[in-house]
């Protein structure tokens, strides 16, 4: 997968990882959360030994580091 894949992954990871949190946020926020949601998700699950393969695979790794992102995020913003 290209770079415009995890793009596209990383906007649906943070739009749906805005939703489980009840945050709103535009275009730019779910962008943002979701490529970093991908990095924090994927390090997790690199040292906790999970595996997920194939396309929904990094979608559902990218949305769990998106919701941690944003629990650790909402923290900062109070």
């Known amino acids: 997968m290209g770079i415009i894949g995890a793009i596209i992954i990383g906007f ?3 739009f749906i990882a805005n939703k489980i949190m009840g945050k ?3 275009l730019l926020w779910d962008l943002f959360f979701g490529i970093n949601g991908g990095l ?3 390090y997790l699950f690199d040292v906790l030994n999970i595996s997920l393969g194939g396309i929904v695979g ?3 790794t990218a949305v769990v580091g998106a919701v941690i992102v944003l629990w650790i ?3 900062f913003r109070k």
């Open 12 to 14: 649906l990871a943070g």
């Open 24 to 26: 709103g946020g535009g």
């Open 40 to 42: 924090a998700g994927g």
């Open 58 to 60: 990094q979608l559902i």
């Open 73 to 75: 995020a909402s923290f």
